[in-house]
């Protein structure tokens, strides 16, 4: 394989892993996933095994089985399959990691660990750095998540140098909302080529602002040709527009988070804020 490879860009679906009603992992479905990201939503990579596919709930076997289905049926469909290979275990994640390279990912992505923390610098990088190690040839990604990981560690602070410690280093996906560490870690790395991948989809248009290059989140799922419009408008400079999409974003993000753990909408009840933004009446400038 080249490297780098094509550098990450636009947007990025973390993919939901379906299952089916006893839990299993509905393989049968991922194919029709595929078809519909490409072809409904314009979202032409995706971030597996992540926050929203529930990698760190399945085990390794299952971890395993999703990747190598979203690589199939992603082929000559996906521009890029991302297999985010974190775990507690480096053993585990050196074993993802190979694995990811073994089917023909397109990078890696990894987490810091959780439970014993790593609590300097080094020891964070020097995770990675062996992870990175088990997967040669592929692009790798940290995945920056404090408010999940507790691993707080700026992003700003671990970039600094780490291509002499992790050669594959090719970007950094950044789940916070601290837009003065992303904004720094764009801002001290302007000589390379990263990939700054933004993760909180409701703030997306102040993170391009700063420099963002990219987006990976779970609502490119369903929001992706809406995301999409947002993105075009901040290119052609109209930023008046791309605000417009952002609060059309974030009234359904809003609606969502407001749902809380009663996520089901019954059948009848009118989803006022959603039926509005996805209808593009609101948005038909
Ligand atoms: C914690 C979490 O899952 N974050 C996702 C990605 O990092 C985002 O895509 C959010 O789901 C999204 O921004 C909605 O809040
Ligand atoms: C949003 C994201 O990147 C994840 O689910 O991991």
């Not at 609606?255 to 006022?272: M, T």
Request: charge should be neutral; aromatic fraction near 10%; charged fraction near 20%.
């Amino acid at each position: 394989m080249a490297f780098p490879k094509k550098k990450l860009q636009g947007l990025v679906a973390a993919t939901i892993t379906p299952m089916t009603e006893n839990g299993e992992i509905n393989f049968s479905v991922i194919g029709q996933y595929v078809d519909y990201l490409v072809k409904e939503q314009g979202v032409k990579n995706i971030f597996v095994n992540g926050t929203t596919g529930e990698g760190l709930s399945l085990s390794i076997s299952e971890r395993r089985q999703v990747a190598e289905e979203w690589v199939t049926k992603g082929k000559d469909k996906l521009d890029q399959v991302v297999i985010h290979v974190g775990a507690l275990s480096l053993k585990e994640s050196q074993e993802l990691a190979q694995h990811a390279a073994e089917i023909g990912a397109d990078g890696i992505a990894v987490i810091a660990p959780f439970f014993l923390k790593p609590w300097t610098k080094d020891i964070l990088i020097n995770f990675l750095k062996e992870v990175a190690a088990a997967a040669p040839a592929l692009p790798f990604y940290y995945y920056h998540i404090p408010a999940l990981t507790g691993v707080k560690i700026r992003a700003e602070e671990l970039l600094d140098g780490i291509q002499d410690k992790i050669p594959t280093f090719q970007g950094l996906k950044f789940s916070d909302t601290d837009l003065l560490d992303f904004g720094q870690c764009v801002d001290q790395n302007r000589q390379q080529q990263f990939a700054f991948l933004f993760g909180v989809d409701e703030q997306l248009l102040s993170a391009l602002v700063m420099g963002a290059t990219g987006a990976v989140g779970s609502t490119y799922n369903y929001l992706g040709k809406k995301t999409n419009q947002m993105l075009e408008a901040f290119e052609r400079k109209d930023l008046s527009l791309a605000l417009n999409y952002q609060f059309c974003i974030q009234r359904f993000i809003n609606f969502v988070v407001k749902l809380g753990k009663k996520l089901k909408v019954s059948k009848n009840q009118r989803a006022l804020p959603l039926e509005d933004c996805l209808s593009h009446r609101t948005l038909n400038y």
